[in-house]
């Protein structure tokens, strides 16, 4: 039997909801979580995504049938990772199962990773412990973003014990993370190198060398990356005109953003969300 105390906190859990993540996974962008108890599942007929789904037998067991051929058989303690677009639905959900599921996509960095071959793993026992307390009163009634974040941990934990894939840009340096920080932060406005500087408490020659060291790379870089990930992001996801994105990104003029995005993409920004707008529709 499940607690009432689960059974009241799962509820919350589910309605963990955010395109966004949180600072400390920069790779990985959490769509949603779940938490399914007992018979009260809805993915019983076939269905597919368009991002990665990750499905742990928190308690009593499930079985998954993969593309109308292949069934999974998962018990407590165990995951599987679905890659985007596999044909799925879920049997013999047990009255005693509790079930977690994290819907996730990546970035292009290590988006090109594909998880052809499923195959189930134990998920390790911090991993199970976060779920639990996810769902235990010590947890439920704090801030939401709190809980999100336990999310976030648990799908990278998840997907690079699965992928043996690394995140890009997490360090052990305390510079790196406390830029990394304020980018995340502060990634819906225009952010300049002395305002990454003053946040890190470093010179801008240090960090150079820092960048290069760790990761190949210098600050005008991070900064490029940075505006051309939020110009991207209101192409695709807002209606604004150029000269909007142009003021919120620290242009001067839409012509500037223009050429800078050209410069980066080989397209232009109206091209570009054509294409993007043409994709959606498909």
Not at 17 to 25: A, D, G, K, P, V
Not at 264 to 280: D, G, L
């Amino acid at each position: 039997m499940l607690s009432p105390e689960i059974q009241r906190n799962a509820l919350k859990c589910s309605a963990i909801y955010s395109f966004e993540t949180t600072s400390l996974f920069s790779s990985i962008k959490i769509l949603r979580s779940s938490c399914s108890l007992g018979t009260g599942v809805s993915d019983q007929t076939e269905h597919k995504h368009s991002f990665y789904e990750i499905h742990m037998a928190v308690q009593g067991s499930v079985d998954i049938l993969i593309e109308q051929s292949t069934t999974i058989h998962l018990d407590a303690g165990e995951y599987v990772i679905l890659s985007k677009d596999c044909v799925h639905k879920l049997n013999n959900f047990q009255k005693e199962t509790v079930r977690f599921v994290i819907a996730f996509d990546t970035k292009d960095e290590i988006d090109q990773i594909f998880l052809s071959d499923i195959q189930k793993r134990t998920i390790s026992k911090g991993v199970l412990n976060t779920v639990w307390l996810l769902l235990s009163d010590g947890i439920a009634d704090t801030n939401p973003l709190c809980r999100y974040s336990l999310v976030c941990g648990i799908a990278a934990d998840l997907y690079l014990d699965y992928t043996d894939a690394s995140l890009l840009g997490n360090s052990s340096n305390r510079y790196i993370r406390l830029m990394q920080r304020y980018l995340k932060d502060h990634r819906n406005e225009p952010v300049t190198i002395p305002d990454i500087l003053a946040c890190c408490g470093c010179s801008q020659r240090n960090m150079n060398r820092i960048l290069k060291e760790e990761m190949g790379t210098n600050l005008r870089s991070v900064l490029k990356r940075h505006r051309l990930n939020l110009i991207i992001e209101l192409l695709c996801e807002t209606n604004k005109s150029l000269k909007e994105i142009a003021e919120l990104t620290g242009y001067d003029s839409e012509y500037a953003l223009g050429h800078f995005f050209v410069d980066e993409m080989k397209i232009s920004p109206n091209r570009f969300r054509q294409q993007h707008n043409a994709t959606k529709k498909e």
